[in-house]
């Protein structure tokens, strides 16, 4: 219940398409949702998040969208571009602010 | 945003010594601090909790007997890795929150730690 699935594993995209990343969680306790991004050899940083009261959020060409009755989110990136190309993983977080991570998404910006 | 600096960023080590990881957080204060395992193209693990002042709170299956961890001031935790062994070179990152309530959570740039 403490899961959180993230799909597709890797992903490839033309630049200047949309990337789109999915996760489903269980539990319905967690209360934030962030995404972020790791470069290899680096500490992940936060893209975006969202709280399960708002359906979508974005900050520039990232949106969140959040399905709270479906229990999934997923991180569309807009006009993707080759710097994008990184592991993006999501997150729920749960008591005592500990986050749960997604299995991460490898995405490559071809250009 | 707020910094979290770890220290080293690279470290090799012979088996069977023990290693220390520094996590600060450089500009807020931070109750609470999280060690994060993470082996190539995989996902973070939890390993620990880090509370200040306070025992560290341990993920299941994580030995704590191994994964030595202080939080002795509200700026650094630090994680030594005990009598270290090949199984244990791995990518390991901290985190750490503003204040005691729920909010975004800050990196590290992550340890990276090879055991010959």
């Known amino acids: 219940q403490q899961q959180v699935k993230q799909s597709p594993q890797s992903l490839i995209v033309q630049k200047g398409g949309i990337s789109i990343i999915n996760c489903a969680y269980e539990?319905?306790?967690?209360?934030?949702f962030p995404w972020y991004q790791q470069f290899p050899g680096k500490g992940p940083a936060l893209l975006i998040a969202?709280?399960?009261?708002?359906s979508e959020k974005k900050e520039g060409r990232f949106t969140i969208s959040f399905n709270k009755s479906a229990k999934q989110f997923s991180l569309h990136i807009m006009d993707s571009q080759p710097g994008d190309s990184a592991t993006y993983f999501c997150?729920?977080?749960?008591?005592?602010?500990?986050?749960?991570f997604g299995q991460g998404t490898r995405l490559t910006i071809n250009p | 945003g707020a910094v979290v600096s770890q220290h080293p960023s690279r470290v090799i080590c012979k088996s069977g010594t023990s290693v220390k990881i520094e996590c600060r957080s450089l500009?807020?204060?931070?109750?609470?601090m999280f060690w994060y395992r993470q082996f190539p193209k995989q996902s973070l693990m939890l390993m620990a909790t880090s509370n200040e002042g306070s025992k560290a709170t341990y993920e299941q299956g994580v030995e704590k007997d191994k994964f030595l961890i202080n939080h002795a001031s509200l700026t650094l935790s630090t994680l030594t890795v005990t009598s270290a062994h090949p199984e244990d070179s791995s990518f390991y990152i901290c985190?750490?929150?503003?204040?005691?309530?729920?909010?975004?959570?800050?990196f590290g740039e992550g340890s990276r730690l090879t055991v010959l």
């Open positions: 985190s750490a929150g503003q204040g005691a309530g729920p909010g975004e959570l800050f």
């Open positions: 539990n319905t306790a967690f209360d934030y």
């Open positions: 500009d807020f204060q931070a109750t609470t």
């Open positions: 997150a729920a977080r749960g008591g005592a602010q500990k986050l749960v």
């Open positions: 969202i709280r399960p009261d708002v």
